[in-house]
């Protein structure tokens, strides 16, 4: 099943997995848009042949959702029952922290086997480098602000740029790197506004005609609105624009890495449900398979490398 936000390469992961379990005989059922499908009972069979002509396509062919019925008991009574009228001896989930939560605690409750694999784009999961979707959604992003930095430089502007990322700054990071950002406010650090102010200043001085500032959606003063307003009342110099991309960064094909990590994680995912792994997720660090307990992988936080935060900055000057 697929759940939680969707991500592109979602689809290449299923294919993966249904042609990978084909090769060990094992019976695949597709449960439709999540925990809401287990809970009633919405299973598909599916073949090699079901999951043809799907390797290019964003969105989830499963369909997906964030169950609210899930969360209680009796939801999650419901879905074992389903599970075990239909036969269904353990689950592949393609998901984020809320997917693996919710399997963390079935799986403790009435001890179905999970495995989990890591897709949201907000790459924000601990026991993989890249989840499913963040190489897509970072391009898409970066080649949305390629556009707006032309109006940017033509106008000299300042735009105020919003991309994903509920609680982790990766997105912003890698985008605001990509499309040489002026600033990358992210979730992980408060943002100082007079230290905001100083830089944009700075880069006047040195005759920045315009420049282009990252927030992240999670960060804690608030959204590319809010941020965009404060530094206006500090610094009024430039012709401030916000721009929020929203949810055209999470739709279309998947970039090649997406589908290569999508297809060997859905592939490791069967091989390790075959060799024993349990309540694990399947991620790959440094380019080798990993199986992470998915009380880790939930729990444990995925840190943003220094390193690129500091580059970021001096790159940016
Ligand atoms: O988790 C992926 C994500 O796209 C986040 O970046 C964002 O905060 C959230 O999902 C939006 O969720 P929804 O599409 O349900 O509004």
């Known amino acids: 099943m697929t ?7 979602m689809n290449a992961c299923v294919r993966s997995l249904v042609r990978s379990a084909g090769s ?3 019976l695949i059922d597709g449960i439709i848009r999540g925990y809401e499908g287990m809970i009633n009972g919405d299973f598909e069979p599916m073949s090699a042949r079901s999951v043809a002509n799907i390797i290019h396509r964003g969105g989830t062919i499963l369909k997906t959702a964030r169950s609210k019925e899930f969360r209680t008991k009796e939801g999650r009574q419901q879905a074992y029952e389903q599970l075990k009228v239909n036969h269904i001896d353990a689950v592949v989930a393609i998901g984020g922290n809320g997917t693996f939560t919710g399997a963390d605690i079935f799986t403790k409750e009435f001890g179905i086997p999970f495995i989990g694999i890591p897709g949201t784009i ?3 999961l601990y026991g993989t480098d ?10 898409t992003a ?8 032309d109006t940017a430089d033509s106008h000299d502007r300042l735009f105020f740029i919003e991309v994903m990322g509920r609680d982790s700054g990766y997105i912003a990071l890698y985008t605001g790197i990509g499309v040489g950002a002026g600033n990358i406010l992210l979730p992980e650090t408060d943002t100082d506004y007079d230290e905001l102010v100083n830089v944009l200043k700075a880069g006047v001085k040195r005759k920045k005609l315009f420049n282009l500032i990252i927030v992240a959606e999670g960060n804690k003063t608030g959204g590319a609105i ?3 307003e404060e530094v206006k009342k500090r610094f009024d110099h430039y012709e401030t624009k916000v721009t929020i991309i929203g949810h055209l960064q999470r739709g279309g ?3 090649a890495a997406d589908r290569l990590l999508s297809s060997r994680l859905g592939y490791a995912a069967i091989e390790g449900l075959m060799n024993g792994e349990r309540n694990v997720m399947v991620g790959i660090i440094n380019q080798e398979i990993v199986y992470t307990p998915l009380k880790d992988a ?3 936080a995925k840190k943003l490398n220094p390193d690129l935060v500091k580059m970021s900055g001096i790159l940016a000057t």
């Open 298 to 300: 939930i729990t444990k």
């Open 142 to 149: 970066i080649e949305a602000i390629d556009r707006i930095r």
């Open 226 to 228: 809010k941020i965009a």
């Open 130 to 139: 890249y989840t499913i979707g963040f190489d897509t959604a970072v391009n």
């Open 3 to 9: 759940s939680g936000g969707d991500a592109p390469g």
């Open 253 to 255: 094909a998947p970039t």
């Open 122 to 124: 907000d790459n924000d």
């Open 24 to 26: 060990h005989k094992l």
